[in-house]
């Protein structure tokens, strides 16, 4: 399984950009699909997730309202649109897909790791 994380890059505060997500190796259709994010000196906290078949979502409150999640399962692809940057956004974003079954918010329960794409948000 390979994930490929894709999209980030510097922004000034209150702008935007979208991150993707390409995976390969496997149906993800009983899986979910998450973003996390890791600054540097804490821990690596969850963003987003989407269940692939449903297209149910879930959102950490801290980016509720501003994020998006979403996939496309043709080109096997999951997004991470992200309006109204922070500077507080700052940090290196990570896709990873676990089974749907863990319904979970914590990086132990997905499987399987991209390797990161670095969003730096000035003010």
């Known amino acids: 399984v390979q994930l490929q994380a894709s999209g980030g890059g510097l922004v000034q505060a209150g702008g935007s950009l979208r991150l993707s997500c390409a995976a390969s190796g496997r149906t993800f259709s009983s899986y979910d699909m998450g973003w996390f994010r890791q600054a540097p000196g804490k821990e690596r906290e969850f963003v987003a997730r989407?269940?692939?078949?449903?297209?149910?979502?879930y959102y950490a409150d801290s980016v509720k309202g501003r994020f998006t999640i979403s996939r496309d399962t043709a080109k096997n692809t999951v997004y991470l649109q992200m309006n109204s940057l922070k500077p507080e956004d700052t940090a290196v974003y990570y896709c990873?897909?676990?089974?749907?079954?863990?319904?979970?918010?914590?990086?132990?329960?997905?499987?399987?790791w991209g390797q990161g794409t670095q969003v730096t948000v000035s003010s």
């Open positions: 990873a897909a676990g089974p749907s079954t863990r319904l979970s918010t914590l990086a132990a329960a997905y499987d399987y």
């Open positions: 989407i269940a692939w078949r449903r297209g149910t979502t």
